[in-house]
């Protein structure tokens, strides 16, 4: 890595993270589509994700200068046994480092960390819009295509959120 991203160190997440953690998902909640949840978790809930997260799957941070500006983790796609190669990721970054590569560096590791378990599909569900607006431009599909991911499935109206239906898009990744 060369650049401002050989500033940033990976490492796995842990509960103390919670605070940090829910600073930089508070903005997807409150000001976009890109979280279908409409209200900010507390930090005692991030903090029972991340270890429920952590008991089976990777959970990465990024910091830069000793401040977390990103994470990543996986969780299983289903709970029934043969799922178990199958798992669902998220990957939020700060705002003022989008386009860094931070998200690039969370989700190479994550996808390292999910290889070396024996995960063979890697998702993500991501909302999409037909039309960008203020809450959803679709940077999230674009980054993931870049990434080596694949369109799996398209479900429409699925999320409203800010009295506009959102439709989520299936991207997978064999690794």
């Given at each position: 890595m060369q650049g401002k991203e050989s500033e940033v160190a990976l490492r796995t997440a842990a509960a103390s993270d919670a605070e940090a953690l829910?600073?930089?998902y508070a903005p997807y909640?409150?000001?976009t589509a890109i979280t279908f949840e409409y209200e900010v978790p507390s930090v005692d809930e991030f903090r029972d994700r991340i270890v429920r997260v952590l008991s089976g799957h990777p959970y990465v941070?990024?910091?830069r200068g000793g401040r977390i500006v990103g994470y990543a983790y996986a969780s299983q796609l289903k709970s029934r046994a043969a799922y178990r190669h199958a798992v669902e990721t998220s990957i939020y970054v700060e705002r003022d480092e989008r386009g860094s590569g931070v998200g690039e560096a969370l989700l190479r590791e994550l996808e390292a960390?999910?290889?070396a378990q024996g995960v063979v599909c890697i998702c993500a569900?991501?909302?999409y819009t037909q039309v960008s607006d203020p809450y959803l431009t679709n940077a999230s599909m674009r980054f993931h295509e870049r990434m080596g991911y694949r369109l799996a499935g398209h479900l429409h109206r699925c999320g409203?959120?800010?009295g506009r239906w959102y439709d989520i898009v299936w991207m997978e990744k064999l690794v």
């Open positions: 829910v600073g930089i909640v409150r000001e941070v990024a910091e960390r999910l290889r569900c991501i909302s409203l959120k800010f």
